[in-house]
Nanobody, 124 residues
Framework: QVQLVESGGGLVQAGGSLRLSCAASGRTFSSYPMGWFRQAPEKEREFVAA????????YYADSVKGRFTISRDNAKNTVYLQMNSLKPEDTAVYYC?????????????????WGQGTQVTVSS
């Protein structure tokens, strides 16, 4: 079992930055690929970024590539999402998730454990 708690969301102006954190419980955190997803009002939850167990490989949705960076610190059981050059369309609830699959999963169904989410609002 892995429990995940996100933090770092808030209100920011367009062009600004935020850094989300996701603290995980459980001694096997370092074995799980981790991902960030987001869900805007009246929209489906979508993939944002993922990172493999070691942190050596990452993958991003086209909409955030070049602006967002996912990273992890296995010693601290934490995964991060650095978000720069934020746009109003980035407004959503952001969720971190842990996958039981190998590699860098991108599908919701490949993630077994989810946090409660943190709200990110970008004003124009």
């Amino acid at each position: 079992q892995v429990q995940l708690v996100e933090s770092g969301g808030g209100l920011v102006q367009a062009g600004g930055s935020l850094r989300l954190s996701c603290a995980a419980s459980g001694r096997t955190f370092s074995s799980y690929p981790m991902g960030w997803f987001r869900q805007a009002p009246e929209k489906e939850r979508e993939f944002v970024a993922a990172i493999n167990w070691s942190g050596g490989s990452t993958y991003y949705a086209d909409s955030v590539k070049g602006r967002f960076t996912i990273s992890r610190d296995n010693a601290k059981n934490t995964v991060y999402l650095q978000m720069n050059s934020l746009k109003p369309e980035d407004t959503a609830v952001y969720y971190c998730a842990a996958s039981g699959r190998n590699g860098i999963p991108t599908a919701l169904s490949e993630y077994w454990y989810w946090g409660q989410g943190t709200q990110v609002t970008v004003s124009s």
